[in-house]
């Protein structure tokens, strides 16, 4: 199985030593990930991975771990075309693009907007984005929060419907939600969001286990 992983921080790699495949021998994962300056992928996992953090070495998972370091990428994995292109974060962070036939699945998980709240978007998030089926993307704050926050590496609701509306995205997942979010408080943000783009486009609020066809 193939795991693409947008950057190493921890709310994105905390999952992996819990995979419960791991534990078993005859699995096989290979990571896609960022290309690191100062070590390779194996390493810095291990880093991460690692006693009194947690409570075995990486290497104890029975499981074979392989990584592919990537940064402006296309690559064919097991009949999937995948684009990888940087995106505006907190050191490198990836968005990926994934095609099978007709179908595009885009994820950007973290995207810093412009500081200074501009809807603006690079031409690599851009490219991710077009025509995209289904665009999972950060929303970690609604406008008015962004200011006190805007070098944290993330974005507004209305950044992500924005760089949907633009990129004729089918359907908009909004994802990375402020951790202090509700159940509630997501309902009210999409009932909103979702009167504002009416029927030009799907509007989901991600939550674990969900599971969207396309
Ligand atoms: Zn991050
Ligand atoms: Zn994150």
Redesign the pocket.
Known sequence: MNVLLS?L?W??IQGLPFFAPLLHEETKVHVVAPKQDDCDLKEAMRRAITPPIFPVELNALAATITYQPVTNETLKIDGFDITSRAVP??GL?LGFRVQWQDKVVTYIP?HQQPLNGAVEFTDGALELMRDADLLIHDAQYLPEEFPRRSNW?HCTTEFAVQGARRSNVKHLALFHHDPGRTDDSLDRIHDALDAETGKSMRLSTAREGLTLEI
């Open positions: 950057h921080h709310d994105h974060h907190v962070t973290d590496g």
